[in-house]
């Protein structure tokens, strides 16, 4: 083994790890200083209007009470490139929790008090905040998120699926869902004269940083953005965040330092959400059971600020083989908060769509759902015609079934039981695509023999900043504690945000390249260096962002057993497998940590997190993590993770595939196909929550009439 074999996967402690667990490390709301304020924002109270007027007076006549900012107050600022982010720019109420004012206090409590005791009066306009599969307003979109084509098609699919010895034409609905990391968007701003500096809890400097230049009319080497830890985000602090613009010009209209820490309860109206997705199912196949139609389509919402649409159909154009394809999104602006990225956008619903019905094919037909899919891997990518980089599904879904131990289930729906509990076990498949984009990096040598490397990635848990120092020993050829490194500053230049599973690959490549030219320069190097050291630098545009001859993803499989209590209703996963395929795995142990919270985000939303739109305030019902239940430590029982081992030369100098995301695609449909296989009942509507259960349940015993009811 050589010293590279040893330092790229090795299962590697994360650098920060005692930092953090001590308390030391420092989050966006704790870089205090003397003066330092705090603010609280006053959201609005009604779903769709404008403000008419605002009381400050209740508010200033509080202790500790620096400043009420509104629309009429606030400084014009420049226009964003995201209009969520245009606060107290004017009286308009776009939705429900849009923030209408910002009071400034000396402590949290002031702060708070003040907002409480605002008195902001609307003019109001009727809403709409209900979306239907069938809502008039229902447009198809220029492209769905990522640049997506809103529409594809290939071959004749309604006239393949009318001739279909099979079929399957289903519909299932997945609520809105919230990321709720454990720390809220929060950002502290100080001015120094015209330099601006935050401390912002974000995915990304560089998109912080660039929106600010724009809207506060500063060049961007004025503005310093930092995220040195980050307690986590899942996508909704991928794009900067109001929390942030309201920090800085309280900041500046204060002259003080400016702490805004978004309270919980709000997240959830501004800080993104992952849209409702209605889709319709239609599978088609011969009696050998290989696909002759498939065609998913999509409705979902997004508000009336921008256009985000959930791109939940793009999965279906890279699963499965088939003659006849079509895949297309609607959707309708209503008066809703603006959704966003949510862990796996697109991938995750949609897969949880068509894994599902995947499944009700296989019932169908009476093929094992495992060989069901086996039988329609493609030569090509569906929708591209592209070779895969690398694709090995079916290698995961049998190493998957083997240690699952898949092939002692009786197939038979309601086979097995435990006194009340009824047991079933599912499976589905995951894919998530392999993304990158253009970064900077530098390396230098010291002449104490140890190296520092710079890159402004963010670690928002994920262990980024040790697989890169894993990167950089790698390339450089020295042991991993001789690599210090440096992340999270706008001022080493530019990256892209910690998402869409790009980071480790995007970061990685620049990284990768300025050690490689380092020990290059090293090797021409004779004598001890000089003081400042040696540097070298990459900058990987134009080569990361290249267009890939080939099409690449990260594939998976997932196996779930779960118990269904028939008095209760409540359903319990006992185990949930995964097994991916994500090209070379970095560090076995925070990768291992990545699939797994992936599998527990699944989990999730397979049996308890829902987001429920009230349809009367235009609101969104559960704001805590008290209403919105993500899993407790009870609930994740035994959770495996898995890959085998991939080679690919077609990705990065470090032969990963992003694995971030994948492994919450598809891993909740293999809940519901388990709950499917214990009850023989298929639940098209999630979360699979008790009253839902129980009540199919009940009515399966007794059908309709025979309750009395
Ligand atoms: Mo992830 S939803 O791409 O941050």
Not at 277 to 304: C, F, K, Q, Y
Not at 452 to 464: E, K, P, Y
Not at 647 to 657: E, T, V, W, Y
Request: proline share 7%; glycine share 10%.
């Amino acid at each position: 083994m050589t010293a590279t074999d040893a330092v790229l996967g090795a299962p590697v402690e994360r650098r920060e790890g005692r930092e953090k667990v001590t308390g030391t490390a420092r989050y966006a709301a704790e870089f205090d200083a003397p003066g330092r304020a705090q603010a609280w924002p006053v959201p609005a109270t009604v779903a769709r209007g404008r403000v008419t007027g605002v009381d400050s007076a209740p508010a200033l006549a509080l202790p500790g009470v620096l400043a009420v900012l509104t629309h009429e107050n606030a400084s014009r600022l420049g226009e964003p490139d995201d209009p969520t982010l245009a606060v107290l720019q004017g009286p308009h109420v776009p939705h429900r929790g849009w923030f209408v004012g910002l009071v400034v206090a000396e402590t949290l409590e002031a702060a708070r008090a003040g907002a409480a005791a605002v008195r902001v009066t609307y003019e109001t306009e009727p809403h709409d905040v209900t979306l239907t599969a069938s809502h008039p307003g229902a447009y198809v979109p220029e492209s769905a998120n990522g640049g997506f084509a809103a529409v594809t098609k290939h071959g004749d699919p309604d006239g393949a699926l009318a001739s279909s010895a099979t079929r399957v034409d289903v519909a299932y609905s997945v609520p809105p869902l919230h990321n709720h990391p454990m720390e809220p968007h929060t950002s502290t701003a100080h001015w120094d004269g015209d330099r601006l500096t935050v401390h912002s809890s974000s995915q990304g400097t560089t998109a912080v940083q660039k929106e600010l230049a724009r809207m506060f009319g500063l060049p961007e080497d004025r503005i310093t953005v930092r995220a040195e830890h980050v307690g986590g985000g899942f996508g909704s602090k991928g794009t900067p965040r109001p929390e942030v613009v309201l920090a800085a010009m309280a900041a500046r209209e204060t002259g003080r330092r400016v702490t805004v820490a978004l309270p919980r309860r709000y997240l959830p109206a501004v800080v993104g959400h992952r849209a409702p997705t209605l889709h319709r199912l239609r599978l088609g196949a011969d009696t050998d059971g290989r696909l002759t139609s498939l065609v998913h389509e999509v409705t979902t919402h997004t508000s009336r600020v921008k256009e985000f649409v959930e791109q939940a159909a793009v999965p279906a154009r890279v699963m499965y083989g088939t003659p006849a394809l079509r895949t297309a999104h609607r959707v309708a602006a209503l008066d809703v908060p603006t959704p966003s990225w949510m862990r796996a956008p697109g991938e995750c619903p949609g897969m949880y769509a068509l894994e599902s019905a995947m499944d009700e094919l296989a019932a169908e037909l009476g093929v094992d759902p495992v060989e069901l899919r086996i039988r329609n891997e493609p030569e090509t990518e569906p929708d591209s015609g592209k070779p895969f980089s690398s694709r090995h599904l079916v290698e995961c879904l049998r190493e998957g079934a083997r240690r699952f131990g898949w092939e002692d289930r009786d197939p038979r729906p309601r086979s097995r039981t435990d006194g009340p509990l009824l047991i079933g076990s599912g499976v589905a498949s995951a894919t998530y695509p392999v993304l990158v984009s253009p970064c900077v990096a530098a390396a230098r040598a010291l002449p104490d023999g140890g190296f520092l490397v710079r890159v402004n990635a963010t670690d928002i848990g994920t262990g980024a900043r040790t697989v890169l120092a894993q990167v950089a020993a790698d390339a450089l050829g020295a042991p991993l504690d001789r690599v210090r490194i440096e992340v999270a500053d706008s001022g080493i230049g530019f990256a892209p945000m910690a998402g869409g599973s790009s980071g480790t690959a995007s970061w990685g490549s620049a990284v990768h390249e300025a050690c490689a030219r380092l020990a290059g320069r090293l090797a021409e190097h004779s004598g001890p260096l000089p003081d400042e050291g040696i540097t070298a630098e990459a900058d990987t545009s134009g080569t990361a962002d290249a267009e890939s001859p080939y099409a690449r993803h990260a594939f998976g499989a997932h196996f779930a057993e779960v118990t269904v209590d028939t008095v209760s209703g409540e359903v319990r996963v006992r185990r949930l497998l995964g097994v991916f395929a994500a090209g070379r795995i970095l560090n076995a142990r925070t990768a291992r940590s990545q699939f797994i919270g992936g599998l527990t985000m699944g989990l999730g939303m397979a049996l308890t997190e829902d987001s429920t739109m009230d349809p009367v305030f235009g609101d969104f019902v559960e704001r805590d993590l008290a209403s919105y239940h993500v899993p407790a430590h009870a609930d994740v029982a035994n959770l495996e993770a898995h890959w085998v081992d991939e080679q690919d030369a077609h990705l990065n100098p470090m032969g990963s595939k992003g694995i971030g995301e994948i492994g919450i695609v598809g891993s909740a449909a293999a809940v519901g196909n388990a709950v499917h296989h214990a009850t023989g009942i298929r639940f098209r509507e999630l979360p699979l929550t008790p009253d839902r259960v129980l009540t199919a349940l009940l009515e399966h015993e007794h059908p309709a009439g025979m309750l009395g009811v």
